[in-house]
Every structure is written in C-alpha cells, then in structure tokens.
C-alpha cells in the first residue's frame, strides 16, 4: 500500500510539471523562440563572397599569420587568379605545402608596370602608336632637272609664243623659288614677255595620265602620235603641259597669251626636240 502511494505521488509531480509546458516542446509556458513576423525586413545573407582565403605556408614578403590546427603557418593571399611572374614556380614541385606570395593588384597605363608573364606593358599612348607603323612619306609627284639641256623650242616656236624674235637667244638659269629649292629651266624674253622650258619625270603614273588629270585645261590637237597636250591658266601664266613617252614638258608664257596655232607649232617643237 505504502508503495503504491510513492508510485501516485511521483506521477503527481511529473504530471505537474507537465503542465507548464507547451506540448511537443522543451519550452516553458510563455517562454521560447520569438514568433515569425511577416513584416520584418529582409535579413542579411548569412554568406558573403570572401575577400580574401588562406592558404599554407609561409609569406614571402611578409609576417606570418597565425598557424593552423596542425601547426603550419598561413599567409592570406588576395583572391586573384594572377599567374607568378617568370622564374618564380606557384606551386611546389614535390606537390607539398609551399610558399605562399600575396599577389599585388596589376597597375593599367604604367609604362613600367609588369604583366604576369614578366614583360614590360606598354603605356596606352605607346600602344596605340606603335601598333600602326607609320606609312613612308609619298614621293612628290614630279622630278625637275632630268635633262642637260631644257631649251627644247627652236627660234621659231619661241617667236610665236613672245609675239617677237626673241631678244638673246634661249639660255638655261638657275631659278630659287618661293621655298629656298633652286631649279634649272630655259628662259628667252622679248619685250616684256618670257617664255620658260622645264622638263620633269612624274613619280607617279605616266606622262600621258598627268597631263589627262589636269583639270579645267584645253587639250591641243593635231600632235605627233603618243604624245599629248593641253593648255591651263596657272600664277605663271598660260602653261603647256606635253607629255611623251618619257617626260612632261611645261612651257609657260608670262605677259601674254599665245595663239592655239601658237601653241601647237611650240608641242609639235618640243616633241622633236625632247630625249627619247
């Protein structure tokens, strides 16, 4: 019987401390975790992208950081993928815990600055400049001073262009230009009118495609086969621009303006004059 009432009384009193808690649960009555609240705002991601990791080993380049459970010192290394320079391995050959580097951020638009594999990276102006070689100067389109002797107009053709004999015969002079540059060309004058020769080589195409590129000029007719002519108004005065085979004949008039029979007696001379 006396056994009977401990069994009864022990009951009681887990009963009774039963019944202070909420049921299926450690917690007290009033008591445990904080409700869910739909209005609370958003929580923090509980993991963030790492700003940097360790790894073993020892810095090369500086203090060594707190050892790991097993002992080794660790190095914090920035977390870029960048490739050690030349001479220098990133792993250890024997496939152990080696060297650690920290790895500094790679400068942009330093001349001096290296590049992973150890060369030497270009500045941005340098780049640019040398990625496109220069291209060499173009040769000027004629060569003056080719022939000895540029008075290739007889007395006749130099006396229809002066509109008078001629008052010395045609001579070669030395001319300076406006540039400093000295040329040679064939003068004759005649009462206030000169009458100037020069014979060129073009450097670019032929003769004949020179003297089809002048523009606003009057072509001369009735000129020896495989040549051609025309007339331009130019500061020197009327030009004629004859090509032959070889060379561009310039004859210009300072003072008047020749006849288009004129013109084309002094063609017709100075094809027969000109070098072949």
């Known amino acids: ?15 009774a401390g039963c019944a202070s808690t909420v049921s299926g649960t450690p917690w007290p009555t009033g008591r445990g975790p904080a409700p869910f609240s739909s209005g609370a705002g958003p929580t923090e991601p509980t993991r ?10 020892p810095l090369s380049n500086g203090p060594l950081a707190a050892p790991t459970t097993d002992g080794r010192p660790t190095a914090t ?12 391995p990133s792993d250890p050959p024997d496939g152990g815990a080696g060297v650690a580097r920290t790895v500094p951020p790679v400068p942009v638009g330093d001349g001096a600055s290296r590049v992973p594999d150890g060369r030497v990276r270009p500045s941005p102006g340098t780049a640019r400049a040398t990625a496109r070689p220069a291209s060499p100067a173009a040769p000027a389109p004629l060569t003056s001073d080719v022939v000895a002797d540029e008075c290739l107009l007889d007395r006749a053709a130099l006396t229809g262009l002066l509109g008078g004999p001629p008052v010395a015969p045609a001579t070669n002079a030395v ?10 060309a064939c003068f004759a004058l005649a009462d206030g009118v000169t009458v100037s020769v020069n014979v060129y080589t073009t ?35 009327p030009t004629l621009q004859l090509a ?29 004059a000109a070098p072949r």
């Open 203 to 237: 450097n670019r195409g032929t003769p004949a495609g020179y003297v089809a590129g002048a523009r606003h000029g009057s072509a001369v007719t009735g000129l020896p086969a495989g040549t051609s002519a025309t007339v331009l108004d130019t500061v020197a005065g």
């Open 175 to 184: 001319v300076t230009r406006t540039d400093g540059t000295r040329t040679r």
């Open 77 to 88: 290394v920035p977390p870029v993928p960048v490739p050690p320079p030349s001479g220098v």
């Open 244 to 272: 032959t085979a070889r060379h561009l004949v310039t004859v210009a008039v300072a003072g008047r303006t020749p006849s288009r029979d004129r013109w084309r007696a002094a063609a017709v001379a100075a094809v027969a």
């Open 1 to 15: 019987m006396a056994r009977t009432a401990a069994v009864a009384t022990v009951l009681a009193g887990l009963l």
């Open 48 to 57: 963030r992208p790492p700003t940097s990791f360790t790894v073993p080993g």
